[in-house]
T-cell receptor, first 118, second 112 residues
Framework: AQSVTQLDSHVSVSEGTPVLLRCNYSSSYSPSLFWYVQHPNKGLQLLLKYTSAATLVKGINGFEAEFKKSETSFHLTKPSAHMSDAAEYFCVVRINYAGGTSYGKLTFGQGTILTVHP | NAGVTQTPKFQVLKTGQSMTLQCAQDMNHNSMYWYRQDPGMGLRLIYYSASEGTTDKGEVPNGYNVSRLNKREFSLRLESAAPSQTSVYFC???????????FGSGTRLTVV
């Protein structure tokens, strides 16, 4: 079975400072990993995805994440926070082993609420 | 615009009432999903349909039924709503492969 743990339920930063949202995963098989963002009262938007190509993945709005298999981590970073980055962020794992019952299904982390102060 | 369309966007039900949440996608995706989102719990899978004609239970199926009407449409039914089903419901679809999902904008359901 796969699982995702987002290590911080809330992160608060000042505008212009770096953002780090932490995510660890567990999976018996080669996973795909995603970060989604949800702005208040909105749907989910895909920020970036890792699908076994380059381990450093660049997404939209200046975000990037690095897949570290040895650490089972997929942390999300951004060099300089903007007020518009305030939202809830979800780390998500997808199992790619076609022989298992979990194939193709997403497992979500609990979410990290990012607050950006002026 | 291509994507996943959910209706209604908001709904208030009384305990015991029934309703159906509708979802349609126009991306020719094979797989469709229903999730519920509750504070501090991320999104949890209720039911999914890997392809037209098939449906399977997810993590939290109790109190729900689904119908994959055709390749485009996947509906979620609450036969007898309970306050514990107050939540935001998201429909999603995906194509085979390693890509992510496309989500609808959600239905905010309150059961009183």
């Amino acid at each position: 079975a796969q699982s995702v743990t987002q290590l911080d339920s809330h992160v608060s930063v000042s505008e212009g400072t770096p953002v780090l949202l932490r995510c660890n995963y567990s999976s018996s098989y080669s996973p795909s990993l995603f970060w989604y963002v949800q702005h208040p009262n909105k749907g989910l938007q895909l920020l970036l995805k890792y699908t076994s190509a380059a381990t450093l993945v660049k997404g939209i709005n200046g975000f990037e994440a690095e897949f570290k298999k040895s650490e089972t981590s997929f942390h999300l970073t951004k060099p300089s926070a903007h007020m518009s980055d305030a939202a809830e962020y979800f780390c998500v794992v997808r199992i790619n082993y076609a022989g298992g019952t979990s194939y193709g299904k997403l497992t979500f982390g609990q979410g990290t609420i990012l607050t950006v102060h002026p | 615009n291509a994507g996943v369309t959910q209706t209604p966007k908001f709904q208030v039900l009384k305990t015991g009432q029934s309703m159906t949440l509708q979802c349609a996608q126009d991306m020719n995706h094979n797989s469709m999903y229903w999730y519920r989102q509750d504070p501090g719990m991320g999104l949890r899978l209720i039911y999914y349909s890997a392809s037209e004609g098939t449906t399977d239970k997810g993590e939290v199926p109790n109190g729900y039924n689904v119908s994959r009407l055709n390749k485009r449409e996947f509906s979620l039914r609450l036969e007898s709503a309970a306050p514990s089903q107050t939540s935001v419901y998201f429909c999603a679809s995906s194509r085979p492969g390693q890509g992510g999902y496309t989500f609808g904008s959600g239905t905010r359901l309150t059961v009183v």
